[in-house]
Every structure is written in structure tokens, then in C-alpha cells.
């Protein structure tokens, strides 16, 4: 993560002393009005743990969720299918059959 977050020449220290700045409600954006939002996970995800996704629907507007019970960005054979439906659901047109 800190590679990602601070680049290459970033280290463990500087992960655990710089990521407290990107937290979303520490900067109050999870409180402010946002677009419909789906939200897509596994329960089991390694990196991103579900406790951060059940923060989104504790904050903020209303939001629609998909957490299989597997592992990172929970992806399953439905997965796909679930975020088209809910996209075009957004849209206001049919998903394709």
C-alpha cells in the first residue's frame, strides 16, 4: 500500500505515519451528498477488509452493496452480472439477456 499510495521509495514507517491523512471521514467526504454509489467486495478481501465497506453505508447517502463471501474485490460468477443489472438500472435501460 505504501508503494501504491507514496510511491517507490516509500517504506513501512512512512505508510503508517502518512495513511492516517487519507482517511474519508477524517477529511469529511463520506458526509457529504455524493451520486448513487455501488459498492463491491469480498467479505473475505485481505487488503481491503469488509469493516471499510460497512463504514461507506454508516456515513453519508444511501448506497447499494454486493459482498459475496470471498476473497479480494469479491468477484464471483455474478459479480459481473450485478454491477451491468445495477448499472443499468442507473441508466434506466434493460440489461442485456
Given at each position: 500500500?505504501?508503494?501504491a499510495?507514496?510511491?517507490?521509495?516509500?517504506?513501512?514507517?512512512?505508510?503508517?505515519?502518512?495513511?492516517?491523512?487519507?482517511?474519508?471521514?477524517?477529511?469529511?467526504?463520506?458526509?457529504?451528498?455524493?451520486?448513487?454509489?455501488?459498492?463491491?467486495?469480498?467479505?473475505?478481501?485481505?487488503?481491503?477488509?469488509?469493516?471499510?465497506?460497512?463504514?461507506?453505508?454508516?456515513?453519508?447517502?444511501?448506497?447499494?452493496?454486493?459482498?459475496?463471501?470471498?476473497?479480494?474485490?469479491?468477484?464471483?460468477?455474478?459479480?459481473?452480472?450485478v454491477?451491468?443489472?445495477?448499472?443499468?438500472?442507473?441508466?434506466g435501460?434493460?440489461?442485456?439477456?
Amino acid at each position: 500500500m505504501a508503494y501504491a499510495f507514496l510511491g517507490d521509495d516509500a517504506t513501512f514507517d512512512d505508510w503508517v505515519r502518512e495513511s492516517p491523512k487519507l482517511s474519508l471521514v477524517d477529511q469529511g467526504v463520506l458526509d457529504q451528498p455524493c451520486s448513487a454509489l455501488l459498492c463491491v467486495n469480498g467479505t473475505k478481501d485481505s487488503i481491503f477488509p469488509i469493516e471499510d465497506m460497512y463504514l461507506l453505508f454508516e456515513r453519508g447517502d444511501p448506497k447499494t452493496g454486493f459482498f459475496p463471501p470471498v476473497g479480494h474485490m469479491g468477484f464471483t460468477p455474478r459479480t459481473a452480472g450485478v454491477i451491468l443489472e445495477w448499472i443499468c438500472g442507473q441508466l434506466g435501460v434493460a440489461a442485456a439477456a
